[in-house]
């Protein structure tokens, strides 16, 4: 499901959201000042990336840069990749645990103590 991107004209507030049909763009309203007079940033939909999508362009064998680990999203691909190639369901847990090790790596620590 594509998430688009949107400007407000009113606020010049930026918000992103999924649509799921043609209706919901209709009736989409800005988070912010509740204007509908909005633009569709169509450009910048290219540059996001779903984690699915993340997960199946990830090569585990690849080579990676310093780049790969600065970014924070990709923190755990690798575990999850594998347990995808093995079918392996990781959990919601799993999924709570990378979420807190991404947005705040310090609390894994402290949880553990
Ligand atoms: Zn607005």
């Known amino acids: 499901m594509p998430i688009y991107e949107y400007a407000c004209r009113r606020c010049k507030g930026e918000f992103q959201t999924l649509i799921m049909s043609v209706s919901d763009e209709e009736t989409l309203i800005c988070p912010t000042c509740g204007s509908r007079r909005l633009d569709r940033l169509i450009s ?6 779903s984690e699915r999508d993340r997960l199946n362009s990830y090569d585990p064998g690849a080579r990676r840069s310093d780049s790969f680990y600065k970014d924070s999203r990709n923190i755990g691909l690798q575990a999850k990749k594998r347990a995808q190639q093995m079918g392996v369901d990781l959990g919601s847990g799993f999924e709570s645990k990378l979420e807190k090790l991404r947005t705040d790596p310090g609390s894994i620590l402290r949880d553990s103590e």
């Open 44 to 49: 910048r939909v290219a540059y996001h990336q």
